[in-house]
């Protein structure tokens, strides 16, 4: 089943290219297998010639990110994307939600759902759609939002997987809080489930793990790409009967957002090392669970730097204060392996109660999928997709920087300029502590 891209914004139109240069090097390698088949299917359609091009959308208010990302795809001889898949324009979105939700969405409708449009007809059959952004900025948030929006009223029936990039803590654009918490707010009523990737924790494995000296967003990009791309590539569940051509998005819903008020998605790879160290490194299955399970335990996004004192509650403490031991309390959770000896690879250690909330079932909250085709050039990858308390605490700073703002009516003007009142960033406020709520009380 194929899954149809669209890159919003200048975040989504970096990442997007990532994405699918990673993933072309498995279309090619698996290129007579059912593996290589599967990803063709789920990712590009061939033209007559039998070029890879991509299904994707790319969206931007500015051109140069978009023209940049489509030469770069041509000239990688590999993949590339449509000749009529892209739209932008000439003025961007200022850095401003209302910006892009109430004018750039609404003016440029019509042409980015007859992109999408058309990029679903050449499906066979569509599994759903990912919307690729950032939510710091004006047209991956705003925009972004709107066209979601659009996704859900065209294609109700069909699942809708958002993948967001959330700005350094330290700011980058100066509203980015009043977009995150505009942005989540409604995404929340629109998507079946939300994938994060926070640029903080992204930046730390880049310096630590991968020892890049001077940190780009490129270097950023590749990590992000990396894991979301562990996560998306076809594998087999306990049910799959061998068949790669199930439904991925909405297998990934179905496995971890099973409630409505959680749907906030964190992922965490292992492993992460140098490719200058990869041909000296060996990785055995009983480490590698070992160290995610820990990292999932303790909220520890990499291998470096992990508590190892955090240990799940016993019984008669699962109802005190978890986030101030620092135990990270999950809902649900998908572990995908790949790679060799991928079915002698124990995961009992993920399937303990204790790790997840007393009213769901760890086996019905536990998950797992597995493909003993390696990926990436690593001979063995564990990869995490978490629904847990692991974003509550860079959730709950957001909206508290964002408050902070709000209280003081610092650059509202700005926002109401463009139709947003300050009843909309109240219902928004009150929508996302709502899922503060709801992730802080879980036990």
């Given at each position: 089943m194929?899954?149809?891209?669209?890159?919003?914004?200048?975040?989504?139109?970096?990442?997007?290219?990532?994405?699918?240069?990673?993933?072309s090097?498995?279309?090619l390698?698996?290129?007579?297998?059912?593996?290589?088949?599967?990803?063709?299917?789920?990712?590009?359609?061939?033209?007559?010639?039998?070029?890879?091009?991509?299904?994707?959308?790319?969206?931007?208010?500015?051109?140069?990110?978009?023209?940049?990302?489509?030469?770069?795809?041509?000239?990688?001889?590999?993949w590339?994307y449509?000749?009529?898949?892209?739209?932008?324009?000439?003025?961007?979105?200022?850095?401003?939600w209302?910006?892009?939700?109430?004018?750039?969405?609404p003016?440029?409708r019509?042409?980015?759902?007859?992109?999408?449009?058309?990029?679903?007809?050449?499906?066979?059959r569509?599994?759903?759609?990912?919307?690729?952004?950032?939510?710091?900025?004006?047209?991956?948030?705003?925009?972004?939002?709107?066209?979601?929006q659009?996704?859900?009223?065209?294609?109700?029936?069909?699942?809708?997987l958002?993948?967001l990039?959330?700005p350094?803590g330290?700011?980058?654009?100066?509203?980015?809080n009043?977009?995150?918490?505009?942005?989540?707010?409604?995404?929340?009523?629109?998507?079946?489930a939300?994938?994060?990737?926070?640029?903080?924790?992204?930046?730390?494995i880049?310096?630590?793990?991968l020892?890049?000296?001077?940190i780009s967003?490129?270097?950023?990009?590749?990590?992000?790409?990396?894991q979301?791309a562990s996560?998306?590539?076809?594998?087999?569940?306990?049910?799959?009967?061998?068949?790669?051509?199930?439904?991925?998005?909405?297998e990934?819903?179905g496995?971890?957002?099973?409630?409505?008020e959680?749907k906030?998605?964190?992922?965490?790879?292992?492993?992460?090392?140098?490719?200058?160290?990869m041909?000296?490194?060996?990785?055995?299955?009983?480490?590698?669970?070992?160290?995610?399970?820990?990292?999932?335990?303790?909220?520890?996004?990499?291998?470096?730097?992990?508590?190892?004192?955090?240990?799940?509650?016993?019984?008669?403490?699962?109802?005190?204060?978890?986030?101030?031991?620092?135990?990270?309390?999950?809902?649900?959770?998908?572990?995908?392996?790949r790679?060799?000896?991928?079915y002698?690879a124990?995961?009992?250690?993920?399937?303990?109660?204790?790790l997840?909330?007393?009213?769901?079932?760890?086996?019905?909250?536990?998950?797992?999928?597995?493909?003993?085709v390696?990926?990436?050039?690593?001979?063995?990858?564990?990869?995490?997709?978490?629904?847990?308390?692991?974003?509550?605490?860079?959730?709950?700073?957001?909206?508290?920087?964002?408050?902070?703002?709000?209280?003081?009516?610092?650059?509202?003007?700005?926002?109401?300029?463009?139709?947003i009142?300050?009843?909309?960033?109240?219902d928004?406020?009150?929508?996302?502590e709502?899922?503060i709520?709801s992730?802080?009380q879980?036990h």
């Amino acid at each position: 089943m194929s899954i149809v891209t669209v890159q919003l914004g200048q975040c989504g139109n970096q990442v997007g290219p990532e994405l699918f240069d990673v993933i072309s090097r498995d279309a090619l390698q698996g290129e007579k297998n059912a593996f290589g088949a599967a990803v063709r299917e789920r990712f590009f359609h061939q033209t007559s010639r039998g070029e890879l091009v991509a299904r994707a959308v790319l969206v931007d208010m500015e051109p140069k990110v978009i023209n940049h990302s489509v030469s770069r795809a041509a000239k990688s001889g590999v993949w590339r994307y449509g000749d009529a898949s892209r739209f932008s324009e000439k003025q961007g979105s200022g850095n401003n939600w209302a910006n892009g939700y109430c004018v750039h969405g609404p003016r440029h409708r019509d042409v980015v759902e007859e992109l999408v449009r058309r990029e679903v007809e050449r499906c066979d059959r569509l599994a759903g759609l990912m919307a690729v952004m950032s939510v710091a900025g004006g047209t991956g948030s705003g925009v972004g939002t709107y066209v979601t929006q659009c996704l859900r009223d065209t294609y109700p029936r069909s699942f809708i997987l958002n993948h967001l990039t959330w700005p350094y803590g330290t700011g980058e654009v100066i509203v980015q809080n009043y977009n995150s918490v505009l942005t989540l707010a409604h995404l929340y009523q629109l998507s079946d489930a939300i994938l994060v990737h926070e640029n903080d924790t992204v930046h730390r494995i880049c310096s630590r793990l991968l020892n890049i000296q001077h940190i780009s967003f490129a270097d950023v990009n590749r990590v992000i790409a990396h894991q979301l791309a562990s996560v998306l590539q076809p594998a087999l569940a306990a049910d799959s009967r061998g068949v790669y051509g199930r439904n991925p998005l909405g297998e990934l819903a179905g496995a971890l957002s099973c409630h409505p008020e959680y749907k906030l998605l964190s992922v965490c790879t292992t492993p992460q090392v140098p490719s200058s160290s990869m041909a000296y490194s060996t990785f055995s299955w009983p480490s590698l669970l070992k160290h995610l399970r820990q990292m999932l335990i303790s909220n520890t996004k990499m291998e470096e730097g992990i508590d190892w004192q955090v240990r799940p509650p016993a019984g008669s403490e699962r109802t005190g204060s978890l986030l101030r031991s620092g135990f990270n309390r999950s809902l649900a959770n998908l572990l995908i392996l790949r790679g060799k000896d991928v079915y002698s690879a124990e995961t009992g250690g993920f399937e303990e109660p204790a790790l997840y909330t007393s009213w769901l079932p760890s086996e019905e909250a536990f998950s797992s999928w597995k493909s003993p085709v390696p990926f990436n050039k690593y001979e063995k990858c564990a990869t995490l997709v978490s629904n847990s308390q692991a974003l509550l605490r860079p959730l709950d700073d957001m909206v508290g920087k964002a408050w902070n703002m709000f209280a003081s009516r610092a650059y509202l003007h700005q926002y109401m300029t463009f139709g947003i009142s300050e009843e909309d960033f109240l219902d928004s406020f009150t929508s996302i502590e709502q899922v503060i709520s709801s992730y802080s009380q879980l036990h």
